[in-house]
């Protein structure tokens, strides 16, 4: 790989990284109330 390959390349991962974490983010904030998602119950159901 060149190095401009390799600059596109972590970009690339970065950008895809962010919006993973934009969609979760904004996934959590507009859930309804009194509403839990499927791991957080998974999580706590290992916890106790």
Known sequence: MTKKEKIIAICF???FLMVIISSI???YL???EGYEFKI???I???KY
Do not use: D, H, R
């Open 13 to 15: 991962s970065i950008s």
């Open 25 to 27: 983010y904004t996934a």
């Open 30 to 32: 507009n859930k309804p």
């Open 40 to 42: 957080v119950k998974i």
């Open 44 to 46: 706590k159901n290992l």
